[in-house]
């Protein structure tokens, strides 16, 4: 497995021909969606980040379909991602495959999550200490991950909380568990073992290696994802900024996302492999 170096991805709709001939070809279907600004728009709030009813809907269709596996990959938590998709057959990994259900993976296991929460609590206690009375980012605690959102406030100000949660981790870095990772609007502390590509990758060689992979997300850490599928993979960007991405296509919004994934519905009837 070899991540292709990063360049600048094409739109989706100029290749819809020879996507649609992939899909048609295939044995089975793997689709690895992330959650956040793929499935959902970003929101100021992450607790506000709520699905449509015509995502749930397309979800639960594709998770119902003969040839098809959906998993969503997450840096979510488990416990929220199956709050806000109380969907069966649905394959859930969160904190970036940390926390998989069901269990198909050994990350977990290879994982010692209270020393990774030990080495949380020692970052927020650097953090309090150096923020004092002054500005704080807002924290996210996912038990085994802490999120430090920056969005909604001043450039000005999102820099400085920006340092200063930097400046923490260096504090405590030497022997930690952790590692500090950047995101749209957000820095994330996590267990150092963790990938979301890796992670993703293991679950479909476990579940479905003869299918064909079609992986969807638009932040930093989906460029592991991308990597991850390069070679063998359907790998699509989200959003409408031309930067370079490991991702061979892009789509410019979630609500472009569930467009297509009822279309990637449609192709899998019209090939004959969805059943009555």
Known sequence: MTARKGRQPVELERARRSVKARIMDASSLFLALDYDGTLVPIVARPEMARPTEATIAILESLSQTPGIKLAIVSGRSLEVLRRFLPIPNLILSGLHGLEIWPQVNRVASRTDVHAVRVDLDRLLLALQEKVGGGNSPRIEDKRHALAFHFRGEKPTVAARMRKVVHEAFEEIKEGARIKLVPGKQVLEARAENVDKGESTRSMWEQLAPSSLPIVL????????????????????????????????????????????????????????????
């Open 217 to 276: 997300g638009d932040d930093v850490t989906d460029e592991d994802l991308f990597g991850a599928f390069s070679d063998v993979g359907i790998t699509v960007r989200v959003g409408k900024a031309a930067r370079k991405s490991q991702a061979r296509y892009f789509l410019k919004s979630p609500a472009d996302v569930i467009t297509w994934l009822g279309e990637i519905q449609a192709i899998w009837r019209e090939a004959g492999k969805a059943g009555n």
